[in-house]
């Protein structure tokens, strides 16, 4: 018997901090600009000293600017993303179930799209409306995650396989309903439709990214005070009820955390795929399926998986770029099939 | 002041019975409908037993008869429609689920696992009731865990995968867990189902041997009704819905009464032991 540990589990986040860590490095050296070590570490050094104004040369401005804020988003955004799949799947006992797959993102994105038809008619100061976007896509990720709950019920039970394709076709009914709205979008249309693809590149303002990471904390923090709960819901909602499991409570809890991750994820980089799918299965071949460790060690994974894929987005096709949810598509798409075929089997 | 000497009184009653019947079913009804605008699709008609620490009561009857909708209304998962269940004088099914999961433990047929998971991890799920969500095993937990597992004679599946173990070592596995629970109530549907005879009678000795060690008063939902009349000290007989016949097995297993709730011709013998036994005669 070998029951875990908080000394275990700091370890394994250690473990992956330092893999972030160079990670992050990787990401703000490679791009369209190549930029040294050495110039790195030197600008990097007057940013956290406070002399940011130091910083002269063209390299310094694409590091600080542009490629770190677009760092911390990925880190965020797949943190968030991987910590909803994995509170999906174990709620809907599914290891399938993905905030993408299941068209929650998508819901998200109909929600965030339809804050920004209705924000120019609201009379509401600038603070509040930057908040109605995220907003609006948490509303979405909530409506979806419940029509498609109950479009994967039968009989009271959850049918696993109705679910996902209940998640799918739901999926492509918003995005249908997307690409209509967006015609009555002027503007930056081509924006658009890379964002919806899954996208990086544009930084929100400042105060969003306080507003993210606020989210994010208390979103997950509600999750991981219900780790051991989740546990238990893998086996079954009357197996889990009869352990002590206050089933209707959980639910509901997560289902609004996972639900606003999701929303605060796409409603600032669109719906990236997969990364909810691939992180959490790669972490239970490493560290075990016990949700005390999965959902921090998750959060880590998506973080370091999203910054790696965005930076393979900058430099493949460098310098144009590709948009990140076709990165983390490529590779999730077939770990989904391979998964789908061996359940199967 | 007569109201508070017969609230005295009333005290004094409850607790001359907690020391006697544990567990005490009175007058519990339920229906099922699809459409509450509809006629009931099943109904079980007022049920009342009471069992004692220590004491093993078996719940026998056909398919459809009600046994498990009996068990569930004991487990606490469904609300009696009329009628109220007592564990230890406390109404089980307004228990918060964690009060209830420390007093009740319930082995319902074999789980399907969603990922791997070893014998050890399984049996400490049993622990959660007595702890918070996210707090981490205590030695102790550990200790009751290992206990548990011992007491059923599968120490040595401890580091086995669930989903690399017999049938007849799952169900082991899965009654570990229930004990690690510590519970006074132990509820088990159907724990013989899809065992090899060898295999039925090891859990059902190993059952016998805790409900006396531990004092735990055993409620099992089976078919079987000669293992029922081996190791029952109850009986309780149902027939569509109803409770026909309550009592030791050997007042409940009449030919004419079997044959009328079972459906088929049988004969009773009582051996040696004074248990009865019964033969199905087919063909005849």
Sequence with gaps: MRPLTLHRLLLQCLLLLVILFFVVVLALKFGAVPVSLYALGRDLLRVVFGQSSGISSDYGLIIVNIRLPRILLGIIVGASLSVAGTSFQALLRNPLADPYVLGVSSGAALGAILALIAEPHLTISPVFAALLTPLGAFLGAAATITAVYFLGRRQGQIDSSTLLLGGVITASFLSAIIMFLMNTLTGNLRGLAYWLMGDLSTSPQKSVYWFLGIGFLAATGAIYTTAGDLNLLLAGEKEAMHLGVDVPRVRLVVYIAASLLTGLAVSVSGAIGYVGLIVPHAMRLLFGSDHRTLLPTAALGGAIAVVFADTLARTVVAPAELAVGAVTAIAGAPLFIYLLRRRLA | ?284
Excluded at chain 2, 15 to 32: C, D, K, T, W
Excluded at chain 2, 43 to 70: C, D, H, M, W, Y
Excluded at chain 2, 79 to 88: E, Q, V, Y
């Design chain 2, 1 to 284: 002041m007569t109201g508070g000497s017969s609230h005295a009184r009333h005290l004094a009653e409850v607790g001359r019975l907690a020391n006697e019947i544990r567990l005490s079913v009175e007058q519990v009804s339920y229906a099922y409908s699809a459409n509450p605008a509809q006629a009931p699709l099943f109904t079980l008609e007022a049920t009342s037993f009471q069992a004692r620490p220590g004491e093993i009561v078996a719940i026998l009857g056909p398919n459809a008869s009600g046994k498990s909708t009996l068990l569930k209304l004991i487990a606490g998962a469904l609300h009696p429609l009329s009628g109220r269940i007592l564990l230890n004088g406390f109404v089980t099914h307004t228990l918060a689920p964690r009060i209830r999961a420390q007093r009740i433990a319930v082995v319902q047929q074999e789980s399907r696992l969603l990922f791997p998971a070893r014998a050890w991890e399984f049996v400490l799920q049993g622990r959660h009731a007595h702890g918070r969500s996210l707090r981490f095993e205590s030695e102790r937990d550990v200790m009751i865990a290992k206990n548990a597992l011992a007491q059923v004679g599968a120490a040595s599946l401890s580091d086995r995968w669930m989903d690399q173990i017999s049938g007849g070592e799952k169900q082991r596995v899965i009654l570990a867990r229930a004990l690690a629970q510590q519970p006074l109530l132990l509820l088990l549907d159907e724990p013989t189902l899809h065992l090899d005879i060898a295999a039925q009678v090891g859990l059902l000795d190993a059952l016998r041997r805790l409900a006396a060690q531990n004092r735990y008063t055993v409620v099992v939902v089976t078919h079987e009704l000669n293992l029922a009349a081996e190791y029952a000290d109850q009986v309780v007989l149902m027939h569509r819905g109803r409770c026909l016949r309550l009592g030791p097995p050997a007042s409940v297993y009449r030919r004419e009464l079997l044959e009328q709730v079972f459906q088929t011709p049988l004969s009773v013998e009582f051996g040696a032991s004074g248990r009865p036994r019964v033969t199905v005669l087919a063909g005849t």
